[in-house]
């Protein structure tokens, strides 16, 4: 029995369809996968459902009731939608979170009463909280677990879920997993909006595919294949298989020695010996949290450290700016899009050339616009940034065209040593693949390469030689074929390591 079915939906946002005569259909008590690249349309065909965007065509069915809905009528229909950032009160605790709007208004509440409440909630569903705990002081993985329940909480028995494993680690996408099968087993209905192909095969009953705002395909998952679906999304095959490894006797090009640096919030850095080498690629793999953005800060002068040298061309850099080690050889992409690595507002061809503006072929400080542009149309051709021109504005763009923009602005200048974080977060498989063949291409050409990532997939399908953090520390460094999936998750947990010793990367 289908509990959601929408016919012909189509919406367009001036000249742009994002959806074009999509139908969908969920069935009661499935997992349900929406799957697609980025700008697909998932997101605003959601949006629809609950009632946060009107159609300009096309009819819905939930529940067997026909008719266009608001937010709260769909949250009285039994609709919740569980957004990529989360709309929680971060002073408040967890059961003040999950009752907020939904108090009752004849009775005066007290805090044990509704930590109760929420305790026994989160028991019914296999949930591990304490509702005591004030928001800010929560993970990311157990802030989404306060939104589900939140929404159990107000009654709901179909929940949407955008992007639900975009900044979580893999425990907790594990542990997110096990709560909504449980769900599932209760009767809910689950609907997720992705563009992860392991996720879908991993836990969903059907899938829908869209692609360029249309309906392609509606298969059941366990009919199907990563490689079929691949296919269907971006509408040709994709490559799973890892890059060639290489064990390079190059010099070393970026090298940490004894670095420590303290953080106000998190773990920082504690004697970390790192060295990458030409023409290899170094993965830090690791879970979130452990050090990885005060690495990132060290290696490329966002941080200076207490103790300890970085040594970038066989120069000590430790104390130059960012800036100064650019010229100097040193390319960054860093791991959010939006903060720190691009500027909302400016046009493509703008954050084409951010931190590399005063160069000679820029016009250095009068800007030299017709030199510009031709160098943003000659980057959007080769990088292929989809849906751009050199004057559209970057917030136009899909998350995987902006990604490979900000590529696309330090390949360009052709560094000897590149610090990317998180490459891929947030990107489709279509735009990942083409993201790895540039950073592989790179190493290729001789260039040494740090990727800091959370994907063990991308790190064991583009790495050289794997280095693990754990709270601060280089715990072990091996080649990659060295290492199995169970050993490195080990490591992540800080459960092996090569050596009481730190561990020379």
Known sequence: MSVIDMKGITKRFGDLTANDQVDFSVREGEIHSLLGENGAGK????KILFGMLRP???TIVVKGREGLLTPASAIRRGLAMVHQHFMLFNPLTVAENIVLGHEPTKVFLRKKTIEGQVASLARQYGFKMQPGIRIEDLPLGTRQRVEILKALYWGADILILDEPTAVLTPPEV???FENLRRL??????????THKLKETMALSDRVTILRQGKTVSVLDTKETSPE???????GRDIRFDAFPAVESTQPVKLQLIDVSLRAHADIGLRHVDLQVRAGEILGVAGVDGNGQRELASVLVGLAVPERGAVILNDREVTRQSARKRYSQGLGFIPEDRMDG??????TVAENLILGYHRLAQFGGNRLNQPAIRAFAEGLIRDFDI??????TLIDRLSGGNQQKVMLARVFAQNPDVVVIAQPTRGVDVGAIEAIHDHVFALKQAGKAILIISADLDEIMKLSDRVAVLFEGRIVACRQRSDWSEENLGLSMAGRLV???EVISA
């Open 43 to 46: 997101t605003t065909l959601m």
């Open 498 to 500: 090569d050596s009481k």
């Open 174 to 176: 594990d542990e997110l």
């Open 56 to 58: 300009d065509e096309g």
């Open 184 to 193: 599932r087993e209760a009767g809910k209905t689950v609907v997720i909006i």
């Open 341 to 346: 690595g691009l500027v909302s507002g400016f």
């Open 228 to 234: 079929e679906l691949a296919r269907l999304m971006v």
């Open 386 to 391: 989809r849906g751009a021109q050199p004057d």
